[in-house]
Nanobody, 123 residues
Framework: QVQLVESGGGLVQAGGSLRLSCAAS????????MGWFRQAPGKGREFVAS????????KYADSVKGRFTISRDNAKSMMYLQMNSLIPEDTAIYYC????????????????WGQGTQVTVSS
């Protein structure tokens, strides 16, 4: 089992940056593929980025490619999402997720979920 807690959300102006963190507890984090999802008001939850347990393989949604960077620190049981050049369309609740196979982008493919952190980008 892996428990996940997100932090780092907030209000930022368009063009700004935020760094989201995901703290994991449980004995299997270092061997768990992880990802970030987001859910905007009135929309479904969508894939943002994923990272394999080694950190070597990463995948991004086209909408964030070149602006967001996913990373992890297995020694600290932490995962991060560096978000740069934020736009109003990035406004959403961001969720940390884990327990999946490499390269998966569907919500149903992930076993573990955090409670989410709100990111609001003002224009």
């Amino acid at each position: 089992q892996v428990q996940l807690v997100e932090s780092g959300g907030g209000l930022v102006q368009a063009g700004g940056s935020l760094r989201l963190s995901c703290a994991a507890s449980g004995r299997t984090f270092s061997g768990t593929n992880m990802g970030w999802f987001r859910q905007a008001p009135g929309k479904g939850r969508e894939f943002v980025a994923s990272i394999t347990w080694t950190g070597f393989s990463k995948k991004y949604a086209d909408s964030v490619k070149g602006r967001f960077t996913i990373s992890r620190d297995n020694a600290k049981s932490m995962m991060y999402l560096q978000m740069n050049s934020l736009i109003p369309e990035d406004t959403a609740i961001y969720y940390c997720a884990g327990g999946t196979s490499e390269g998966k982008v569907a919500v149903s493919d992930y076993r573990y979920w955090g409670q989410g952190t709100q990111v609001t980008v003002s224009s």
